[in-house]
């Protein structure tokens, strides 16, 4: 049986099928190991979505490959977005690879380790995107204890002019709610306190389905059996479609007391021009209209939102038009992308490109506006007594501990560094507890345990 380490990159929704990989082969006997050096297989997981991504894929496969020499015999497997997208082409730049898995893949590696068949024949295994995992497929979590990211569905269909995911991992396909409804109750008995939904839009879950009816799978019907789960203390939203949430999702967020009060909505542009070219079909004021809508029915929401600086055609009227949304709206948490030329998108085409040094510049001015509203909002949380799920020891100190607050979604939003009052028992990695915040970082904040 192989040791085998693992280096997943990239999105969350990278991260699940990393662990159906890894699940698949622990089951057939093989071990996960800590690090590199200890392991017979070097596995690693790309990302291919931007150029930064893919730029990052690669050093790491290049380090991987090095590491590889240091022992005769070793394996090296690269697998996910990168070998889907860019198949021939990575076969052909780096030989030391041993097996490429492609997005609709998962179990290849499994299969390679039980035949012990490395062959030239069997070193391409990427075909047509599609949702190969088994409903019941195990998982070998990576995540921390107390949480756990579910996938509701893979790919997209929607055609928005800069993203390369339809290509990449295919068109909209939905889980059946009783498979998702399985794997949270296995989950949750597993010690996940914190259950995150993803996919790449959350709100198109089940259109894919048929026609809508009273039986159709709804996100909203889901979240309903989902939050009835016993033991799960935190059920979070991730990725919504801005204008895609429905009355009855709304309902059902504020009816379940463990749906946490948080939405990420990646609106990505407010300026008409720039939204109508990166064919998202919606207008600005339909964003502020969503937000306005979603604030009203749910007093308290804390909104995440991803916003696209540089796009081709982003004259500083569209540029001011981005400014004036991030000082009104307010959002405690944004995330600022400079535009990334994607080969194959319609945008990729455009006109208007601009100097790299202008979009780093715009992303600079957003990120430090944003920096200050972030602030504030964690100043006036301050003096609150609040639910922190521990996380484990603080990389800062190992006298804190690190939590997050139901507010917080993991890996993308800030974290509680927790010190430790004079009657405060040990944290476990994995529990809920109550902390005092006591003071207020930029991202970040600092409180005591009780």
């Known amino acids: 049986m192989a040791r085998i380490f693992l280096l997943t990159l990239g999105c969350a929704k990278n991260r699940v099928d990393a662990e159906v990989m890894l699940g698949i082969a622990v089951r057939a006997g093989h071990e ?17 979505f931007i150029l930064p991504a893919r730029e990052e894929s690669v050093e790491a496969i290049l380090a991987a490959a090095r590491e590889k020499t240091a022992l005769p015999g070793r394996r090296l497997v690269v697998t996910g977005c ?50 190969a995992r088994a409903d019941d497929a195990p998982r070998y979590r990576s995540t921390k204890r107390g949480t756990a990211y ?12 800069y993203c390369a995911i339809p290509s990449i991992r295919g068109p909209q396909h939905s889980r059946a709610p009783e498979a998702v409804l399985r794997e949270v109750k296995a989950l949750v008995a597993d010690g996940a306190r914190e259950i995150n939904l993803i996919a790449q839009d959350l709100t198109a879950y089940g259109r894919d389905a048929g026609p809508t009816g009273t039986d159709a799978p709804t996100l909203a019907r889901l979240v309903r059996e989902l939050a009835a789960v016993p033991g799960l203390s935190w059920l979070r939203l991730l990725y919504a479609y801005p204008t895609g949430i429905t ?25 008409d021009k720039i939204l109508r070219l990166m064919r998202r079909g919606y207008r600005g004021d339909d964003v502020r209209r969503a937000l306005e809508r979603l604030r009203r029915a749910l007093p308290g929401l804390v909104l995440r939102t991803s916003l696209i600086v540089g796009f081709p055609g982003e004259d500083e009227a569209a540029f001011a038009r981005l400014v004036d949304f991030v000082t009104k709206e307010r959002l405690a948490r944004v995330g600022v992308f400079p535009f990334s030329p994607e080969e194959g998108t319609k945008a990729n085409t ?11 510049a715009r992303a600079e001015h957003l990120m430090d506006l944003q920096r200050g ?36 979604a993991p890996e993308v939003d800030g974290v509680v560094h927790l010190a430790y009052g004079a009657d405060s028992a040990p944290a476990q990695a994995g529990e809920l507890r109550e902390a005092h915040l006591e003071q207020a970082e930029d991202y970040d904040l600092v409180g005591v345990l009780k």
């Open 247 to 271: 009355d009855e999702l709304l309902a059902t967020i504020a009816e379940s007391p463990n749906v946490v009060p948080y939405l990420d909505l990646p609106v990505q542009h407010v300026d």
């Open 373 to 408: 509203i972030s602030r504030a909002h964690n100043e006036a949380l301050l003096g609150r007594v609040v639910p922190v799920l521990i996380e484990g020891t603080s990389e800062e100190s190992e006298l804190l501990s690190t939590g997050r607050m139901a507010t917080q």
């Open 150 to 161: 579910v996938k509701i569905s893979e790919g997209c269909s929607r055609s928005c002019s």
């Open 32 to 48: 996960v190991v800590a690090t590199a050096e200890e392991a017979e297989v070097l596995v690693i997981n790309t990302c291919a």
């Open 82 to 131: 990168l070998p889907q997208r860019y198949r021939e082409e990575l076969a052909r730049e780096l030989p030391e690879v041993d097996l490429f898995l492609g997005t609709g893949a998962l179990d290849g590696l499994a299969a390679a380790l039980a035949t012990g068949t490395w062959s030239e024949a069997n070193r391409l295994q990427v075909g047509t995107p599609h949702f």
């Open 350 to 360: 455009l006109p208007g490109a601009l100097p790299e040094e202008l979009i780093e």
